[in-house]
T-cell receptor, first 116, second 114 residues
Framework: GDSVTQMEGPVTLSEEAFLTINCTYT??????LFWYVQYPGEGLQLLLK?????DKGSNKGFEATYRKETTSFHLEKGSVQVSDSAVYFC???????????????FGKGTHLIIQP | DTEVTQTPKHLVMGMTNKKSLKCEQH?????MYWYKQKAKKPPELMFV???????INESVPSRFSPECPNSSLLNLHLHALQPEDSALYLC?????????????FGQGTRLTVV
């Protein structure tokens, strides 16, 4: 079956540091890949996505590139802020053809703490 | 409008109670989902409705009963729950197509079973 592996943390960084959160996946088909962010007490928000190999998703200074050859989708940000403190989930969806949806497969989540 | 609205935000119920969680979206999405999330864990898929028909049930106990009255609404009926069912229940929606699009999540219902 499909699976997503990501570093669990917590990851603690100082403000303005460079961020990388690693994510690798295993899928039977050709998945689409996502990063979601969850702030304390809230639901999940889509941060960025990529639907095919070499696509780069970007949003709010975060970036991730779909690397089929290494089955990876690492999240990066050049300069983190205290407000980026949250839990980040890497996820994939591997739809069957003909319509329908089978939900998301999530990694375990990475708790990011940014100190001023 | 990219919102998925869940009510109530918080719910405390006894093990003999019957309650319902509600979810609503007006994005024209035809796939809707219930997820359960325990503290410090990723969301776990419970149910998927596609075009108002139940398409996936991830072996969820029968004390959880989903319902999709129309393409905008999704309910989760609860009865005879156990304390271990206490969790954040998340609703999500998306377009079901032959290529996936992103799922939009609601803010969740924090359920406590006493």
């Amino acid at each position: 079956g499909d699976s997503v592996t990501q570093m669990e943390g917590p990851v603690t960084l100082s403000e303005e540091a460079f961020l990388t959160i690693n994510c690798t996946y295993t899928a039977t088909g050709y998945p689409s890949l996502f990063w979601y962010v969850q702030y304390p007490g809230e639901g999940l928000q889509l941060l960025l996505k990529a639907t095919k190999a070499d696509d780069k998703g970007s949003n709010k200074g975060f970036e991730a590139t779909y690397r089929k050859e290494t089955t990876s989708f690492h999240l990066e940000k050049g300069s983190v802020q205290v407000s980026d403190s949250a839990v980040y989930f890497c996820a994939l969806s591997d739809l069957y053809s003909g319509g329908g949806a089978d939900g998301l497969t999530f990694g375990k989540g990475t708790h990011l703490i940014i100190q001023p | 409008d990219t919102e998925v609205t869940q009510t109530p935000k918080h719910l405390v119920m006894g093990m003999t109670n019957k309650k319902s969680l509600k979810c609503e979206q007006h994005m024209g999405h035809r796939a809707m989902y219930w997820y359960k999330q325990k503290a410090k864990k990723p969301p776990e898929l419970m149910f998927v409705y596609s075009y108002e028909k139940l398409s996936i049930n991830e072996s969820v106990p029968s004390r959880f009963s989903p319902e999709c009255p129309n393409s905008s609404l999704l309910n989760l009926h609860l009865h005879a729950l156990q304390p271990e069912d206490s969790a954040l229940y998340l609703c999500a929606s998306s377009y079901p197509t032959d290529r996936v699009t992103e799922a939009f999540f609601g803010q969740g219902t924090r359920l406590t079973v006493v």
